[in-house]
């Protein structure tokens, strides 16, 4: 079985470099299936999903989801799951999402806060655009300065005593 599963995903993974991503889909589909077991079926699946115009939101994030719990290590998997909810305006899951990948990845913490930051700060008002008001905005503001700051590792007052030195 394990074997009929690596050439699945080899094919899919072929697949989406043809940019044929809907029977990409389809063979991580069919790997997850045969083994539902395997993270990189359910990652595959979910990220070739995302190409697929009549994919539904639920699935694909169902399938990183799946990934992430089958293989909870892999900070891949969270800070992928966290961008495709940055585009779908889930900010919430998100911000959950590149956390935690910063917690298993310490190292590169940083970059998935940063990332966070600099994607909510776009993105949100944009998802947003119908109800952004003064307030609306500064949250987001304050939440993408927050986060630029933990990659940075200064804390909020810190940061406004090193900007306040001369």
């Known amino acids: 079985m394990a074997e009929?599963?690596?050439?699945?995903?080899?094919?899919?993974?072929?697949?989406?470099?043809?940019?044929?991503?809907?029977?990409?889909?389809?063979?991580?589909?069919?790997?997850?299936?045969?083994?539902?077991?395997?993270?990189?079926?359910?990652?595959?699946?979910?990220?070739?999903?995302?190409?697929?115009?009549?994919?539904?939101?639920e699935d694909i994030l169902e399938a990183y989801n799946k990934a992430a719990e089958l293989d909870p290590k892999n900070p891949v998997y969270q800070s992928s799951m966290g961008s495709f909810c940055i585009d779908a305006g889930m900010f919430d899951e998100a911000e959950a999402a590149y956390s935690k990948a910063a917690e298993i990845d310490p190292d590169n913490a940083p970059y998935y806060y940063s990332e966070y930051a600099v994607e909510m700060f776009k993105r949100a008002p944009i998802v947003l655009e119908d109800t952004m008001d003064d307030a609306t905005e500064e949250m987001i503001m304050k939440k993408s300065l927050r986060f630029l700051l933990k990659s940075i590792g200064l804390e909020e007052n810190d940061a406004l005593e090193l900007l306040q030195r001369k």
């Not at 539902?36 to 990652?43: H, Q």
């Open 4 to 57: 009929e599963v690596d050439k699945l995903i080899k094919q899919a993974n072929q697949l989406m470099e043809k940019e044929e991503f809907a029977k990409a889909m389809s063979k991580f589909d069919k790997a997850a299936k045969t083994e539902p077991s395997n993270a990189e079926a359910w990652f595959g699946k979910a990220e070739a999903a995302i190409l697929v115009p009549k994919a539904k939101l």
